[in-house]
Antibody, heavy 113, light 107 residues
Framework: QVQLKESGPGLVQPSQTLSLTCTVS????????VHWVRQHSGKSLEWMGR???????SYNSAFTSRLSISRDTSKSQVFLKMNSLQTEDTGTYYC???????WGQGVMVTVSS | DIQMTQSPSSLPASLGDRVTITCRAS??????LRWFQQKPGKSPRLMIY???NLAAGVPSRFSGSRSGSDYSLTINSLESEDMAIYYC?????????FGGGTKLELK
């Protein structure tokens, strides 16, 4: 069955780089796109970017040049890297498939020294 | 960026009620509108796509509609399992943007 699972460090220091992995199963990354979505605690959702099935990417300009999304199709993994982290980047990070029909369980990231 | 203004932010309701949540788009988004349900500690769940289409497995008491730039999610005959936060999402133009959320709770 279709599954997505996020993984990464729960704690990141300010100004450092966040690296998250979304490991998928039950579908191919060359057939479906994968999104990254962030949610601050108790707040709404924020679309961050997308890895298209052809390997292209789209980003939310709010993250300007801080954000990078890549993938390894052989491992069925999509990666999120975001640098210059600040406390405002604390939240839960989700990956979701194409039309948002399947989501990972989310990974909580805290930015703190 | 397209702003999605969602109302109300909180909606107390009783079991069996009919409730409506609305998102107003600041620009034309056509029918590129989805609705999600999120329960505490859980990931969002797709409820409606294309503004009016029920996602797989979603009970028929849920429906979506559009009137101009206003998009609505209606739940007929509210059940206890429907208590959650609901979000709209526009995916017509980047960056895709969510509404602020509506917390549906028991009165």
């Amino acid at each position: 069955q279709v599954q997505l699972k996020e993984s990464g460090p729960g704690l990141v220091q300010p100004s450092q780089t966040l690296s998250l992995t979304c490991t998928v199963s039950g579908f191919s990354l060359t057939s479906y796109s994968v999104h990254w979505v962030r949610q601050h605690s108790g707040k709404s959702l924020e679309w961050m970017g997308r890895m298209w099935s052809d390997g292209d990417t789209s980003y939310n300009s709010a993250f300007t040049s801080r954000l990078s999304i890549s993938r390894d199709t052989s491992k069925s993994q999509v990666f999120l890297k975001m640098n210059s982290l600040q406390t405002e980047d604390t939240g839960t990070y989700y990956c979701a498939r194409a039309i948002f029909d399947y989501w990972g369980q989310g990974v909580m990231v805290t930015v703190s020294s | 960026d397209i702003q999605m203004t969602q109302s109300p932010s909180s909606l107390p309701a009783s079991l069996g009620d009919r409730v409506t949540i609305t998102c107003r788009a600041s620009q034309d988004i056509g029918n590129y509108l989805r609705w999600f349900q999120q329960k505490p500690g859980k990931s969002p769940r797709l409820m409606i796509y294309g503004a009016t289409n029920l996602a797989a497995g979603v009970p028929s008491r849920f429906s979506g509609s559009r009137s101009g730039s206003d998009y609505s999610l209606t739940i007929n005959s509210l059940e206890s399992e429907d208590m959650a936060i609901y979000y709209c999402l526009q995916h017509n133009e980047y960056p895709w943007t969510f509404g602020g959320g509506t917390k549906l709770e028991l009165k």
